[in-house]
């Protein structure tokens, strides 16, 4: 049987990565996609027409009858504990939990936080990305028997031809970009923090470029960031990136920062793995493992140390990594063995249980 993926509708400037006829874009038509909408009215009706995803997805399921139903998010656990209860009367339901802390501690309203473990507990198998979160899950009351680690892949970096922009000196200024949402766990505040630090003199030779979709109040960063005199320092770049922009700016750093206060696993990261850049990145989550403690690939800090982060930016001009952070990531296709493993023991989970159980 061929995968069938449940979606949203693209939004503007966002490139097709699946096959057309495998794709269903039920949820979000009104609130996202090319007509997507911004702002608290917006989140409610976003809300509504997550339970009607849900209901679609449900009705999607009987008719078409999957082997297994593969969730990526949780969204609104209370009703997507519904909606798993609904889709494992069809199919065994694996879900992939990418944060193990609930949208990595994000300001999110009660409807959001209530009910996470008990979504995921409703759940035949459950996948995370590293040891760690495992250990986690397990502390917080889930059978260690159904959840199963497999890594994240590397992904494909956009085609971007640009370069860092060189003076008339002919001295190109040290890029250092941050990219992805502008969320609060993201630490954007913890490297405005850091840059004053620096001393002036090192700041005058490195520009760091912050670019993302705003999920914060951007007005206190910019406010902090000129009480410290960065203006020169810090390109802020903020809203949706095409892909050809997004390659562009990637394809023209010459490192990456990470000041994560917490993370699971990085996207981003695996977007970048492979244009050979030092990462400087806190020492949580999967960062310890991809980039290692031997300076090879990059540095790790504690995401609280702004010195300490500091210290590294500067130390990171003119350097290139020695090795590669994608070198102990597994390929896709080990992953894709590993994920259909998940899938059998699913099924033989299910089916010992049976959907009336569920």
């Known amino acids: ?3 069938r993926w449940l979606t949203r509708p693209l ?3 966002e490139e097709p990565a699946l096959p057309p006829r495998a794709v269903r874009p039920l949820f979000y038509r009104m609130t996202d996609g090319p007509r997507r909408r911004v702002g608290r009215l917006a989140k409610v009706a976003k809300g509504v027409e997550h339970w009607l995803g849900l209901a679609a997805a449900g009705r ?3 008719s078409w009858r999957p082997d ?9 656990p209370l009703l997507d504990a519904r909606g798993v209860r609904r889709l494992r009367r069809v199919a065994p339901v694996v879900m992939t939990v990418h944060d193990v802390t609930p949208f990595n501690g994000k300001d999110v309203s009660a409807l959001q936080r209530r009910g996470f473990a008990e979504a995921l507990a409703l759940a035949d198998r459950l996948i995370v990305h590293t040891a760690g979160s495992r250990a986690q899950l397990v502390e917080a009351g889930l059978p260690a028997a159904h959840i199963d680690v497999v890594p994240h892949g590397l992904l494909e970096t956009p085609v971007g031809s640009a370069a860092p922009a060189v003076d008339e000196a002919g001295d190109a200024r040290w890029r250092i970009v941050q990219f992805g949402r502008i969320q609060h766990y993201k630490g954007v505040d913890l490297l405005i923090e850091a840059l004053g630090r620096i001393a002036p003199a090192d700041r005058a030779r490195i520009e760091v470029v912050v670019a993302g979709e705003p999920q914060v109040d951007t007005a206190p960063l ?7 005199g960065l203006e020169d320092t810090i390109d802020f770049r903020f809203g949706f990136l095409s892909e050809r922009a997004m390659g562009d700016l990637l394809a023209s750093a010459d490192a990456f ?6 993370i699971e696993a990085s996207g981003v990261l695996h977007l ?10 806190s020492d949580t989550g999967a960062f310890p493992d991809l980039i290692g403690r031997d300076g090879a690939a990059g540095t790790l800090v504690d995401p609280a140390d702004p010195d300490r982060l500091a210290a590294a930016l500067v130390d990171t001009i003119g350097r290139r990594p020695t090795r590669g952070i994608g070198d102990a990531v597994p390929g896709w296709d080990e992953i894709g063995r590993r994920t259909r493993a998940v899938y059998e023991r699913a099924r033989r ?3 010992g249980r049976g959907a009336a159980g569920s």
């Open 1 to 3: 049987m061929q995968p």
């Open 11 to 13: 939004r503007r400037d």
């Open 60 to 62: 999607e399921a009987r």
């Open 68 to 76: 297994v139903i593969h969730l990526q998010w949780l969204v609104l």
């Open 222 to 228: 910019l406010a902090r960031a000129r009480a410290l």
């Open 257 to 262: 920062v990470f000041p994560y206060r917490t």
């Open 272 to 281: 970048v793995a492979g244009l050979e850049r030092l990462i400087v990145a």
């Open 349 to 351: 989970q299910w089916a």
